[in-house]
């Protein structure tokens, strides 16, 4: 609560550092050893809190760039971007981000590269030159990245990314469980006969594939190769993929359910039964994966889904870089895998009766 604070205050027409100690009646210094987290020990509980009452009553509040430049610190970390504010899931995870910073009084500083290298590593310089307290760098969708350079240059954290050196820590979801989660959302309604539809060689795909046939295997099921339909990640995907195993096929024969990679593979496997006049879920369950918003509770009907935990990515990755900026250590090159939530709603009922 310097000097230059209060010049800066007394011009901007707002209380100072000095109004709060003379309205509390103490010293200058018991008001900085209150906002500067020194008063324990320093300060008895009631000179605090008639320090505080005080500060209320004026309106004051410390200002953070003087804060900061003691502290060696600005209280703002930066958050660089793929393409992810083009996505549903951007404000999700960009919400997580800055209300968990914000608890701890620092703002977040958003840049966007649109997937483009350059770009990434001009705004990690700049962040770095404006001397943000640490970086998160997050992707559109679960891949491996080339670290931009200078990340490594601060404290600093990979959200839904994996770094292709493995030398940062990143906070990702947890494909292969959820993959397994989706398959017992309908092993668990009686279904034996199960497809997968859509998706590609990506590591969301082979993750949920492979926790997919754990769940089967443990049921003493097999998955036949063809009622697994690698078609893409598009609603036209999974009318495609969807009307490949359905169409024609007795029902005796073809699956009762069918796990899609995503929510608009989901919404075309549903257009497809539509078509083909097989009822959801009555004949044929659904379950779907993202839970995108404006999307999944709206189609009909109401999607079955395992949501991917966007927010709960964005609260984690600040906090473990909070916490690198507060003790100073680098956290270890580790990867978190962060559950993916079930959303019931409508597309899954109990396996037909043969």
């Given at each position: ?5 209060d010049?800066?205050r ?12 003379r ?27 008639r ?14 760039v ?19 504010a083009?996505?549903p ?14 608890q ?11 997937g ?13 030159d ?72 990506d ?9 997919f ?27 495609e ?23 608009r ?9 539509t ?21 999944a509770?709206?189609?009909?009907p ?12 964005g ?6 870089l ?30 037909p009766?043969?």
């Amino acid at each position: 609560m310097g000097d230059a604070e209060d010049k800066q205050r007394r011009t901007a027409g707002r209380s100072t550092s000095r109004d709060v100690a003379r309205l509390a009646g103490v010293s200058h210094t018991a008001v900085s050893f209150v906002f500067n987290g020194r008063a324990e020990g320093n300060l008895s509980p009631a000179t605090q809190e008639r320090i505080r009452q005080a500060a209320a009553q004026l309106g004051y509040r410390p200002d953070p760039v003087a804060r900061g430049l003691r502290r060696s610190r600005t209280a703002v970390i930066g958050l660089v971007t793929d393409e992810i504010a083009s996505t549903p899931f951007a404000g999700r995870l960009l919400r997580g981000a800055m209300e968990t910073a914000w608890q701890s009084e620092h703002l977040v500083l958003t840049v966007d590269s649109g997937g483009d290298r350059a770009k990434e590593d001009a705004a990690v310089a700049e962040l770095l030159d404006r001397r943000v307290d640490g970086i998160i760098y997050a992707a559109m969708s679960l891949r491996r990245v080339r670290v931009p350079e200078g990340l490594h240059r601060t404290h600093s954290v990979l959200a839904n990314c994996l770094p292709e050196d493995d030398s940062l820590p990143s906070v990702v979801p947890a494909e292969r469980a959820g993959g397994r989660t989706a398959a017992r959302l309908l092993l668990d309604q009686g279904h034996r006969r199960i497809a997968l539809v859509g998706g590609h060689d990506d590591i969301a795909s082979v993750e949920r594939l492979r926790g997919f046939r754990d769940a089967l295997r443990a049921e003493g099921i097999t998955l036949p190769r063809e009622w697994v339909v690698r078609t893409g990640g598009e609603i036209s995907s999974g009318y495609e993929g969807a009307t490949r195993i359905l169409d024609g096929v007795p029902a005796d024969r073809r699956p009762t359910g069918i796990f899609c990679y995503n929510d608009r593979v989901a919404a075309g496997a549903l257009h497809a039964s539509t078509r083909l006049g097989i009822t959801v879920p009555d004949e044929l369950s659904v379950v779907g994966y993202d839970d995108q918003e404006h999307m999944a509770a709206f189609l009909t009907p109401p999607l079955t889904t395992v949501g991917l935990p966007h927010r709960a990515m964005g609260e984690a990755a600040t906090r473990l870089l909070l916490d690198a900026i507060a003790t100073g250590r680098t956290p270890p090159a580790t990867v978190r895998r962060l559950a993916c939530p079930v959303i019931t709603r409508s597309s899954v009922g109990p396996a037909p009766i043969p």
